[in-house]
């Protein structure tokens, strides 16, 4: 037993002893390794493990790209980067690679914590990030961990503790922070931020400086994105002095033509000019003429997503639509980019929140109905087609206020989108449609009413005024172009409440409403500044219809919305009344006055009748009697012919109609006819009944069987002296063709008959016998 034992440990030592050596030899390989020099090809080329290897290859990543050609090495080398690099070059791989390198070769286990944080500034991005290692990592021992919004906190907490690879938002990884027990950071060796130019944004400023506040400042920090913050500030706050740049884009005047590392060699870029209120009927036009496409139509709010895709919606432009929004459920939000990435041509119709790092394959085209607030945003968003090599197209449409200056902003960086003409052939406007759906729907007339605000909410908060000129927004044409039937007055609220809600937006809920308790850990109203139970909470819900507090807003402006959401509200102006301008009011003291207050046909001849309007199937309105015009009517010829065709043509409708009525009343004199003769022929039988029942004799009625025909038998044909036939009526003689049996000792048993079937069936044996 001894001997076993001591061999298996002298195996694990063994063990140990080459794993050991191995990794010495790669960190050699390491640091002789000359990404200058030594220009790989493959990942084998490259000093990594075998293990990572292996997952590379089973993944079917065998390649490198750009990026990670130059990026992998220095990362290795423990060096901090900050890579740029155009959309669809696999930066992802770029920093998982050196993630796992580092915890391999530091010999990384569950019982060291967390080793690796991984921040990503969307959860579909993050949800993408955590796909691809579970992919590569198979064959290594560490555990992976992926945080997000609108997941379980407490099912995430419990496993927090055991995770060596965290990635996750900004708000949910400091919600962690805050709440888990096991989560920490002290021997944390990599932090990676991903799309690090939002990361480091106004929205995620604060969020983003709790997290670092947190992380040991030895750690390595890697930083990628394909529009890269390169600002001081910034690259302080993450304790970034001895780092290296990596993929910097190339100068826009540069000699071989190619459009730099902004966007894709392969991505064929174009732009329209079109003005604001005719955006829709461009999009919807292109939508119908690309029937067999895969595209992503752009815009700038979640609200005129939602409007945009239930309008559409209802129109069936002939292709598969979709929606996605950073207001959707988690489960809704991963059903939809699931579905969108397996279908071959669909319509998705999004914000910005599917704009950076999603990979989703196969898309044709990216329409930016709404133009983005700077070239950075743009080139997140056209990089979601033509990824990897592959062909693609982009359109952006732009107003004649936005076209020079945002052209110009692109120029800098050396993209110059084609311009493109519109075929008025293939053009169609939607203005009547969507003006009867909203006529006929007031919930989707509230939803036109939030995407008009939030559009012009998104201009007045541009920082770039040159291209976003706020002043000069036609909204009364762009309401129109809604279906609205004008534009909502609206109240602007001032800057510092947009920066808060910018903010807010961006921070945990969770960590909200735990800044908001009581010392006894209840909820507080932060109006009354009371403590509020599920009770209060359950008696304070409101009606989630259209008629809604949020509709109200909307029509009355009865309350304000919340800073952090809107900040621009509706205002009905000059809403109080001066006694002093108010008419008069008198009760009417003649009777003619009286009479005519309290006459609704008296009042309508002074003030004349309300026009009534009608919707055709084109969604025109027109009156409900319309009268024809005079060269119409002459058109259709003469008076005189006209009044003989129609007195023809309503002389045929009524000959029909007189066929029609002679007809029914034929039927109806039958009707009366067969009940008389039913009554009569019951009345018949009751007496035969009777007859039967008292004499105590055997009699049978003869006949045809028929009630009808008997009863003509009752009238005979008698002639008058002048000739003339008449009808009278002759005694009706039951026992004319009465048989009696008479009792001579022999007798037949009977039943007592009931019908005239039965009667007769007798008389036919009593003939007999």
């Known amino acids: 037993m001894g001997k076993v034992r001591n061999s298996k440990t002298s195996l694990r030592k063994e063990q140990r002893k080459k794993e050991a050596e191995y990794i010495n030899d790669l960190e050699r390989r390491i640091e002789e390794y000359d990404p200058k020099t030594s220009k790989a090809v493959f990942f084998k080329d490259l000093p990594i493990s075998d293990a990572t290897l292996k997952g590379l290859k089973e993944a079917s990543f065998v390649k490198l790209t750009e990026i990670q050609r130059d990026s992998i090495p220095v990362s290795l080398k423990n060096r901090d980067v900050l890579g740029a690099a155009k959309t669809g070059s696999g930066k992802t791989l770029a920093f998982l690679v050196p993630v796992l390198e580092k915890l391999y070769r530091a010999r990384w286990t569950e019982f060291d914590g967390l080793g690796a944080l991984i921040i990503s500034p969307t959860r579909e991005l993050a949800m993408q990030i955590y796909e691809v290692l579970t992919k590569i990592g198979g064959h290594t021992s560490f555990s992976a961990g992926l945080v997000i919004g609108g997941k379980d906190v407490k099912f995430e907490s419990e496993r927090i503790s055991r995770i060596n690879i965290l990635i996750g938002t900004p708000g949910r990884i400091l ?105 829709l009927d461009i999009l919807f036009s292109f939508i119908k003429t690309h029937l067999k496409s895969k595209m992503i139509v752009f815009l700038s709010s979640s609200k005129q997503v939602h409007f945009v895709y239930e309008t559409f919606r209802k129109m069936q432009p002939g292709i598969s639509l979709m929606h996605l929004h950073g207001r959707q459920k988690q489960t809704a939000r991963t059903e939809t980019l699931d579905k969108f990435s397996r279908a071959q041509q669909v319509c998705l119709i999004a914000t910005d929140v599917v704009a950076r790092g999603i990979d989703f394959p196969g898309v044709d085209w990216v329409i930016q109905v709404d133009c983005p607030e700077d070239v950075d945003t743009y080139i997140h968003r056209v990089g979601r087609s033509a990824r990897y090599g592959k062909r693609g197209k982009s359109l952006i449409m732009l107003t004649p206020r936005e076209q020079e200056g945002f052209l110009k902003r692109l120029k800098t960086k050396n993209i110059e989108p084609n311009l493109l003409t519109i075929k008025q052939s293939k053009k169609k406007s939607i203005k009547p449609q969507l003006q009867s759906l909203l006529f006929k729907d007031p919930e989707l007339k509230y939803l036109g009413q939030k995407a008009f605000i939030s559009y012009v909410r998104s201009i007045y908060i541009q920082k770039d005024k040159e291209v976003f000129k706020f002043e000069d927004l036609p909204t009364e044409e762009f309401a129109q172009s809604l279906g609205l039937p004008g534009a909502p007055k609206i109240k602007i609220k001032g800057m510092k409440a947009i920066e808060r809600a910018k903010t807010l937006k961006n921070t945990s809920r969770q960590l909200l409403s735990l800044s908001k308790t009581s010392e006894d850990g209840e909820p507080i109203n932060e109006k009354t500044r009371e403590v509020k139970t599920k009770y209060d909470k359950m008696f304070g819900r409101k009606n989630q219809t259209v008629l809604s507090e949020h509709y109200l807003n909307i029509t009355k402006s009865n309350a304000q919305e919340d800073e952090d959401e809107n900040f621009m509200t509706v205002k009905r102006q000059n809403h109080k009344l001066n006694e002093d301008e108010l008419p008069e009011l008198t009760v009417p003291t003649s009777k003619r006055s009286i009479k005519k207050a309290l006459s609704k046909k008296a009042s309508l001849s002074s003030k004349g009748n309300a026009t009534k309007m009608v919707f055709d199937d084109e969604g025109t309105a027109h009156p409900v009697y319309e009268l024809e015009g005079e060269e119409e009517f002459h058109k259709k010829g003469s008076a005189e012919s006209q009044k003989k065709e129609f007195l023809e043509k309503e002389t045929k409708v009524m000959a029909a109609v007189d066929s029609d009525d002679k007809k029914l009343a034929k039927e109806k004199r039958q009707e009366k006819k067969r009940k008389r003769l039913e009554a009569m022929r019951r009345e018949m039988e009751a007496e035969l009944a009777e007859e039967y029942s008292d004499e105590a004799e055997t009699v049978a009625q003869l006949g045809t069987g028929n009630l009808s025909d008997d009863m003509e038998d009752d009238y005979e044909s008698d002639s008058d002296e002048n000739g003339r036939q008449s009808k009278k009526h002759k005694s009706v003689n039951y026992k004319r063709h009465a048989a009696v049996v008479e009792d001579h000792g022999d007798f037949i048993e009977v039943e007592e008959p009931h019908t005239l079937e039965d009667l007769e069936s007798l008389t036919a044996r009593l003939i007999e016998s």
């Open 175 to 279: 919600q962690h922070m805050d709440q888990a027990v096991g989560l920490n950071t002290d021997n944390l060796q990599m932090l990676v931020l991903d799309e690090a130019d939002r990361c480091l944004d106004m929205g995620f400023k604060k969020t983003l400086d709790a997290i670092v506040s947190n992380l040991p400042p030895s750690r390595q920090t890697l930083l990628f994105s394909a529009t890269q913050s390169q600002s001081l500030d910034d690259l302080t706050r993450l304790s970034l002095t001895d780092y290296q740049t990596v993929g910097a884009p190339k100068s826009a005047h540069a000699d071989n033509g190619e459009n730099g590392l902004s966007t894709p060699e392969t991505l064929q870029q174009s732009y329209i000019t079109v003005e604001l209120a005719d955006k």
